[in-house]
Every structure is written in C-alpha cells, then in structure tokens.
C-alpha cells in the first residue's frame, strides 16, 4: 500500500468504524494520543477531549447517527474532506430539546496526519445553523 | 503549469486577488461561468449574485478586510482551505451597528475546479459567532 492509499484507508476508516459504527474504543488506531480537534471555535485535546467530550455526547444525543463522505481529498500528509451527516435527536443536546428532530447537516474538516495517524483536524460545519433552527429546551 | 499549479493558483488567487485586493473585475480569471458558492446555508450562483449580493457587501462593511491562507489541500480537481479573516467593521451588515469592532474568525472551504478555475465551493466559517457577540443589533 502507498501512503496515499494508507492515508486514504485511514479516513475511511474512521468514518466508517469510528464515526458510523460509534467504536469509541478504537479511537487510539485513529488518532495520536496528543491529538487535537479545532471543531469551530472549540478546541478538543487528547483522546478524552476527542471521545468523551466530543464525540460521546453527539452519540448519545443521536444513536443512529451516520456520516457519508462526500469528497475525500489526500495531499502528502495532509487531507481534506466534505461529509453528509444524518441522525434522529433522541436525547436533549446543546440546548435543543428532543422531539425525534432529523438531522441533515454538511461539513468540511481538513486533517494532518503523522505515522498514520490523524495529528491535528480543523472542521467547520453547519451544524449550528441546524441546532438554532430547532426548538429549544426550556 | 501543470494542472496541479492552475489549480493552485486559482485558489490563491480567490484569496490574494478577489478578496485581499477587492478586484473583483478578475472574476472570470478565477471562476468559471458556472460558479456557484455554497456559503452555509445559503447559495450564490453566476458572476452577479457571487459579487453583487456577496462579495460586495461584505467588503463595503470591512473595507480593510484581509483573508490569510492558513491551510491548503490539493488533490486533483479538488481543494480545501481554512483561512482566517480579519477587518474592521465600517459600515452596518449582518444587522449590526458598525462602531469600529475588529472582525476576526476563521473559515474553511472545499472548492471543485474545472479547466484550473473554480467551479464550485462549499464553505462554513465561524463568522456567525463573531457576529452574535460583537455589537448591538440596528434596529
């Protein structure tokens, strides 16, 4: 494998496993132990920051959350993507109450990679928008 | 110039030509016909919306306003970019009172090129949270 195929196995990997499959416990083939996550203006540090503080709660508040890949770029030891995420609110998160609410939402994050490993991802999304259109819990 | 350098320089042109030095009469040396921008939630289509309903608002209120190349991906036909953004805020927009705030947030685009132009690009930025804490809303 080239390592622009490794890379690129990676990212799918983590969409498919990580992120669709909700393997939390995986998260160590994925990411560096020092890695770091600038999701907007939040910053998440380390595989707590990146499982437990980020990626858990959005789990938990959409169980059967799903995430597609919509464009995968690969340049060295860098990548980018664009995804399409879908999911059922089931429980109350970031202040929106849950009424069974479908998610639908696009982002893009771009990744550096070290020894097969995602180092450091930027994303932005427009995920907000969708939050601040649903109705709030009280 | 490879297809790979057009590529580049298209992207960093958007950045250094259009936005940073507001010459908005090079369009066509950056976009195709075709261009559409996915900016959020909302979409511009074509030369006139791109410049007439976007660009031109948002440089009217930050006349000063600078984007900087912080990343830059390659891949064929396709980029992404996170810049960050900055500006003084001179005249109303986005329904707030311009009173000199400093305008400073940090966006990311992927762009589709088509013949070493831009033909399409999807962009999100954290400008909203800048504009929900930087001032009193006009009336």
Redesign the interface.
């Known amino acids: 494998m080239t390592d622009r195929q490794a890379n690129e196995r990676l990212l799918r990997d983590l969409m498919d496993v990580f992120w669709n499959e909700h393997r939390l416990e995986r998260s160590g083939d994925f990411f560096a132990n020092d890695a770091v996550l600038h999701s907007?203006?939040q910053d998440y540090a380390g595989r707590v920051g990146l499982g437990d503080d980020f990626a858990a709660p959005f789990f938990a508040a959409f169980p059967d959350l799903h995430h597609a890949i919509v464009?995968l770029?690969?340049?060295g030891d860098?990548?980018?993507?664009?995804y399409h995420g879908t999911g059922t609110l089931a429980h109350d998160y970031g202040g929106v109450e849950a009424t069974g609410q479908k998610l639908d939402h696009?982002?893009?994050?771009?990744f550096q990679l070290a020894h097969g490993r995602i180092a450091e991802v930027?994303?932005?999304?427009?995920l907000?928008?969708w939050m601040a259109a649903q109705p709030q819990a009280a | 110039m490879t297809n790979q350098d057009r590529n580049e320089r298209a992207v960093r042109d958007l950045y250094d030509v259009i936005w940073n030095d507001q010459r908005l009469d090079r369009f066509d040396d950056v976009f195709d016909d075709s261009v559409v921008i996915h900016a959020?939630?909302t979409d511009f289509a074509g030369q006139q919306a791109i410049t007439e309903d976007f660009a031109k608002p948002f440089l009217a209120a930050f006349p000063d306003l600078h984007h900087e190349l912080t990343?830059l991906?390659?891949?064929g036909d396709?980029?992404?970019t996170?810049f960050r953004g900055t500006g003084t805020l001179k005249g109303d927009y986005g329904g707030l009172i311009a009173s000199g705030q400093k305008l400073s947030y940090?966006?990311?685009?992927?762009l589709?090129l088509k013949g070493g132009r831009i033909a399409e690009i999807?962009?999100?930025?954290?400008i909203?949270?800048w504009f929900a804490t930087h001032g009193q809303e006009a009336s």
């Open positions: 907007g203006t464009y770029l690969i340049d860098w990548a980018a993507m664009r696009h982002g893009t994050a771009i930027w994303g932005h999304s427009d907000a928008d | 959020g939630v990343h991906v390659l891949d396709t980029a992404a996170r940090h966006g990311m685009a992927l589709r999807w962009t999100y930025s954290d909203g949270d």
